[in-house]
């Protein structure tokens, strides 16, 4: 049995998300329990560990806080592989710009940037902000993640604060980027964790990919 906890923290699209992984179970013949949860010991006694997030991060950090989602989500960083998604990518840093500046769990040291109210493509046409669409992914590092899906693939994003690619602190973990007036990080991985500014579950065969294989994957590489 592989046990999946969803972190619930009330800041996700975590229907959405669950039947994407009952989903890629099923394609993979395994017997897979999903719980969507905020119990500790439920997601303590989980084999993997989804971290979600939607909204403004100075809601998301409050609820994080109040439940003590941090301390939950560095031991699962820990024992097992974790997958976060969206906001839940951004709360994962040390800061974030959005709501005059939030003070973020700080697994990752860097900073998320607000893209700006007059971003441009390189041919100086302007972009609409929040970033809402499909977008194609660089894979600039290898990753277990990544088998079966082409490079280039395209994930479907929404949001209007980004984590850039440049920070040195943030680069040496970068494992795929996109282009969207700048040059963003799509993917951050560490030991037992990776993490998508994109949301998996809504980009077809490319996201349900990348979900099947962290059903498989071992939290290495």
Not at 22 to 28: I, K, S, Y
Not at 71 to 97: D, H, N, Y
Not at 129 to 150: D, S, Y
């Amino acid at each position: 049995m592989n046990k999946i906890a969803v972190i619930d923290y009330g800041m996700g699209n975590l229907h959405s998300v669950a039947k994407a992984l009952e989903h890629v179970g099923a394609q993979l013949g395994q017997q897979t329990e999903i719980v969507v949860t905020p119990d500790p010991q439920l997601i303590a006694a989980a084999d993997r560990v989804i971290f979600p997030g939607v909204g403004a991060i100075r809601d998301c950090m409050a609820e994080i806080n109040r439940l003590d989602v941090g301390r939950i989500v560095r031991q699962a960083i820990e024992t097992k592989p974790v997958f976060a998604i969206c906001v839940g990518m951004q709360a994962l840093m040390s800061r974030s710009e959005e709501n005059g500046g939030v003070d973020c769990l700080g697994i990752i040291d860097g900073q998320v940037r607000y893209f700006g109210d007059a971003l441009k493509d390189d041919t100086g046409q302007r972009l609409k902000v929040p970033h809402m669409g499909w977008n194609e992914v660089e894979q600039c590092t290898a990753h277990p993640l990544w088998k079966g899906v082409p490079d280039r693939s395209r994930f479907y994003f929404v949001h209007s604060y980004y984590v850039p690619h440049d920070e040195d602190s943030i680069e040496r973990g970068v494992t795929g980027i996109a282009h969207y007036g700048k040059e963003i990080a799509a993917v951050i991985s560490r030991p037992n964790l990776f993490a998508t500014q994109f949301h998996p579950e809504k980009s077809q065969e490319a996201g349900l990919t990348l979900l099947r294989n962290f059903l498989q994957w071992d939290g290495k590489g």
